[in-house]
C-alpha cells in the first residue's frame, strides 16, 4: 500500500486531526515489473538478430543509439556520451543515396506512413554496407512529430548472396535453354536419316531373303523404331521443357484411335500371358474435337507400360462417359493392370523425367523413364491431372478426366439390334467375357459364357437339344485344355453341313491362328478379330457373322 497523511488544522493553527489517503498498487508494480521485462526481452531479441535500434529526438536533433548501430555505421561508442545528432548519421549515408533517404523519412513524417527504405552506407574505411531500415513516427497533440523509433539491420551479406543466386540462375537457365535446343536439335538431325533406314529396311524385306537374312532384317527393323521412339520422346521432354509444345485441335473419332491404338499394343504383347482389353463406354460421341495425336501417345505410353510391368493378367484400357450436355462431353479414361505394381514412396518420383519406379527396374525392363513425364505433361496440356493407384505387387492403375467439344453424336452402329440373337462367348478370361458381355447384352443379345472348350461343348449341346441353336459364337484361340481351333473343328462336326453357328475367332496371335487353319479343308470361323478389340469393331463382325457376310480376317490391326 502506499500511504500519505496530511495534518488539518483550525483557523487558529490548531491540530484538529490527519487526512490519510491509502493506494493499492499491486497492479501498477506488476505493470512496471512486466514492463521491464519486455524490454528485456526486446533487447536480447534485438541482439540475437543484430538489430540497430535507433530514438530520433525531432524537436531537439539528438539520436540514440544501442552498440549495436556504433558497429554498424562504424562509430566509437564514446560517442554516445559526447552526443549523437542527426549528421552523424547523414554523414555515413552514401551520397547517391542521401536524398532518397531523407525524401522517405519526410514522406514518413507527412504521412503518418512507416519509415522502410533500404540505402546505403560507406564507412570509415570506405566500405559499402547495405541497411534496411524500418521506423514508426510519434506526434504532439498538435500533430507536430517528435519522435522516430527505428531500426536498422545490415543486409549487406544477404544481398550478396542473393545477387550470386541469381546470376547462377539465369546462368542455369541459359544453360537448360541451350540444352533444351541442342536435344531438339539433334533429335531432329537423327530421325532423318533413322527414317530413311527403316524404309530401306522395308524395301530389303521384300525383297528374296533366306530365313536367317530376314530374321536380321527384321531384328535391325525393330531395334531402329526402338531407337526411333527413344529419340521421339527427348524431342517432345525438350518441347516440354522449353515450353514450345502446344496441342492441335481437330476433329477425331476416338473408336479410329482406339483401333489404331490395338494395332500398336497388340505388338507389345509379344507372347505374354496377359489379355489386353477394351471397355469403351457405348455412349461415346461419334466426332470429338482434341487432339487426336498427343490423346494417342497418352494412351499409349500408358498401356505400353502396364504391358511392360505386368507378366500375367490383363491390361484394361477403359473410357467411361460421366455426363454430355451443352455439346461437351466429359469422360474418364484409364489403364489398370495386375502387373507389379507401385510403392507409394515411389509414386512420388515416377512423373519425374529420367525417373523409374526402382534402381533396378530400367536393368529388368529397360526405357529411359521419360514416358510418364512427358506423358503427365500432355495430360497437363488437356488441362486435367494424372492420377496414379497402385500397390506393390497388386497392379496400378493410371487415369484423367477429360472434357471435350463434341462435333458430331451419332453413331450408325448404335442402331445394331441384337434382339433375339443368341451368342455364345468362349474366353478362359473373365474380365474379357465380362467385357463382350456387356457390349451384346446392351443391343438386345442373349449372351452365355464359357471359360473353356469342355464348358463350352456341354452349352452347345444344351442349346441343341433345347432348340434354341447359337447364332454366333466368340471363340478365344488360347486357352488351357483344347485350343480355340480344335474346339471350333470340334463344333462343326456337331452340326450338319452348312447348320453349324457362325464362330469368329478373337484372338492376339493372329498369325499363328492362320498358320494353324491351313491344316483344315475348310476354315473352321467365319472371322478372325485380334485382340484388343473394340466394342464397335465385335458389334460389327458379329452383325456380318449374323448377316451371312463372311470374310477371311476382320481385325482391329486395319
Known amino acids: 500500500m502506499s500511504i500519505?497523511?496530511?495534518?488539518?488544522?483550525?483557523?487558529?493553527?490548531?491540530?484538529?486531526?490527519?487526512?490519510?489517503?491509502?493506494?493499492?498498487?499491486?497492479?501498477?508494480?506488476k505493470q512496471q515489473e512486466e514492463l521491464v521485462s519486455a524490454s528485456n526481452q526486446l533487447v536480447k531479441a534485438a541482439e540475437v538478430a543484430e538489430l540497430g535500434i535507433w530514438n530520433y529526438d525531432v524537436i531537439?536533433?539528438?539520436?540514440?543509439?544501442n552498440d549495436r548501430m556504433f558497429a554498424i555505421y562504424d562509430y566509437p561508442i564514446s560517442l554516445k556520451e559526447q552526443g549523437l545528432y542527426y549528421r552523424h548519421w547523414?554523414?555515413?549515408?552514401?551520397?547517391?543515396?542521401?536524398?532518397?533517404a531523407e525524401l522517405a523519412l519526410q514522406h514518413?513524417?507527412?504521412?503518418?506512413?512507416?519509415?522502410?527504405?533500404?540505402?546505403?552506407?560507406?564507412?570509415s574505411t570506405n566500405e559499402i554496407r547495405y541497411i534496411q531500415a524500418g521506423a514508426q513516427v510519434s506526434y504532439d497533440k498538435t500533430g507536430q512529430a517528435i519522435r522516430v523509433v527505428g531500426i536498422n539491420r545490415d543486409v549487406t551479406e544477404q544481398r550478396e548472396l542473393e545477387?550470386?543466386?541469381?546470376?547462377?540462375?539465369?546462368?542455369?537457365?541459359?544453360?537448360?535453354?541451350?540444352?533444351?535446343?541442342?536435344?531438339?536439335?539433334?533429335?531432329?538431325?537423327?530421325?532423318?536419316?533413322?527414317?530413311a533406314v527403316l524404309g530401306m529396311l522395308q524395301l530389303v524385306q521384300h525383297s528374296d531373303l533366306t530365313r536367317q537374312q530376314h530374321d536380321y532384317v527384321s531384328k535391325a527393323e525393330m531395334a531402329a523404331k526402338s531407337l526411333l521412339g527413344l529419340l521421339n520422346d527427348i524431342l517432345d521432354f525438350s518441347k516440354i521443357d522449353a515450353g514450345k509444345l502446344e496441342l492441335d485441335l481437330h476433329p477425331f473419332q476416338l473408336e479410329t484411335l482406339m483401333?489404331?491404338?490395338?494395332?500398336?499394343?497388340?505388338?507389345?504383347?509379344?507372347?505374354?500371358?496377359?489379355?489386353?482389353?477394351?471397355?469403351?463406354?457405348?455412349?461415346?460421341?461419334?466426332?470429338?474435337?482434341?487432339?487426336?495425336?498427343?490423346?494417342?501417345?497418352?494412351?499409349?505410353?500408358?498401356?505400353?507400360?502396364?504391358?511392360?510391368?505386368?507378366?500375367?493378367?490383363?491390361?484394361?484400357?477403359?473410357?467411361?462417359?460421366?455426363?454430355?450436355?451443352?455439346?461437351?462431353?466429359?469422360?474418364?479414361?484409364s489403364i489398370s493392370d495386375t502387373g507389379i505394381g507401385i510403392s507409394e514412396e515411389q509414386s512420388n518420383k515416377i512423373f519425374q523425367g529420367f525417373m523409374q519406379a526402382e534402381s533396378s527396374t530400367s536393368r529388368r525392363?529397360?526405357?529411359?523413364?521419360?514416358?510418364?513425364?512427358?506423358?503427365?505433361?500432355?495430360?497437363?496440356?488437356?488441362?486435367?491431372?494424372?492420377?496414379?493407384?497402385?500397390?506393390?505387387?497388386?497392379?496400378?492403375?493410371?487415369?484423367?478426366?477429360?472434357?471435350?467439344?463434341?462435333?458430331e453424336m451419332n453413331n450408325t452402329l448404335f442402331s445394331i439390334d441384337l434382339q433375339g440373337k443368341n451368342i455364345l462367348i468362349v474366353d478362359d478370361s473373365k474380365m474379357s467375357r465380362k467385357i463382350i458381355s456387356k457390349t451384346l447384352v446392351a443391343h438386345g443379345a442373349y449372351?452365355?459364357?464359357?471359360?473353356?472348350?469342355?464348358?463350352?461343348?456341354?452349352?452347345?449341346?444344351?442349346?441343341?437339344?433345347?432348340?434354341?441353336?447359337?447364332?454366333?459364337?466368340?471363340?478365344?484361340?488360347?486357352?488351357?485344355g483344347m485350343n480355340g481351333l480344335d474346339t471350333t473343328q470340334y463344333i462343326q462336326q456337331m452340326f450338319d453341313e452348312g447348320d453349324a453357328p457362325a464362330i469368329i475367332m478373337l484372338t492376339a496371335y493372329g498369325s499363328e491362328v492362320l498358320k494353324q487353319s491351313k491344316q483344315y479343308r475348310q476354315q473352321p470361323f467365319v472371322s478372325m478379330l485380334s485382340k484388343p478389340v473394340t466394342a464397335n469393331l465385335m458389334l460389327e463382325a458379329v452383325q456380318q457373322a449374323i448377316n451371312g457376310v463372311y470374310t477371311p480376317l476382320v481385325s482391329s490391326h486395319y
Not at 391 to 403: A, I, K, P
Not at 449 to 475: F, P, R
Request: charged share 20%; net charge negative; aromatic share 6%.
Open 4 to 29: 500519505s497523511v496530511s495534518a488539518m488544522r483550525n483557523d487558529d493553527g490548531e491540530l484538529v486531526g490527519y487526512l490519510g489517503v491509502a493506494v493499492n498498487i499491486d497492479t501498477m508494480l
Open 163 to 195: 545477387q550470386t543466386l541469381r546470376l547462377a540462375k539465369k546462368a542455369a537457365d541459359a544453360a537448360s535453354a541451350a540444352k533444351s535446343e541442342f536435344l531438339a536439335n539433334m533429335s531432329h538431325e537423327i530421325r532423318t536419316p533413322m527414317n
Open 447 to 480: 449372351v452365355n459364357e464359357a471359360g473353356n472348350s469342355k464348358q463350352a461343348i456341354n452349352l452347345i449341346e444344351q442349346s441343341i437339344n433345347a432348340t434354341h441353336q447359337y447364332d454366333v459364337i466368340i471363340m478365344d484361340w488360347r486357352m488351357p
Open 259 to 333: 483401333r489404331e491404338l490395338a494395332v500398336m499394343l497388340a505388338t507389345n504383347v509379344h507372347n505374354k500371358n496377359i489379355e489386353v482389353i477394351f471397355d469403351l463406354d457405348p455412349t461415346i460421341p461419334y466426332l470429338i474435337e482434341g487432339d487426336e495425336q498427343r490423346l494417342r501417345q497418352v494412351l499409349l505410353n500408358l498401356a505400353g507400360n502396364a504391358i511392360k510391368f505386368t507378366s500375367e493378367g490383363h491390361v484394361i484400357v477403359s473410357v467411361l462417359c460421366h455426363k454430355i450436355e451443352q455439346n461437351q462431353v466429359n469422360m474418364t479414361l
Open 90 to 100: 547523414r554523414e555515413r549515408v552514401h551520397p547517391d543515396d542521401i536524398k532518397m
Open 108 to 123: 514518413a513524417i507527412d504521412t503518418r506512413t512507416t519509415y522502410e527504405p533500404t540505402f546505403r552506407i560507406v564507412t
Open 60 to 65: 531537439n536533433d539528438e539520436l540514440q543509439w
Open 365 to 407: 525392363f529397360g526405357g529411359t523413364g521419360l514416358g510418364l513425364a512427358i506423358t503427365k505433361s500432355l495430360v497437363d496440356l488437356m488441362g486435367s491431372d494424372l492420377q496414379l493407384t497402385s500397390h506393390v505387387g497388386q497392379g496400378s492403375r493410371f487415369w484423367f478426366e477429360l472434357t471435350l467439344n463434341i462435333v
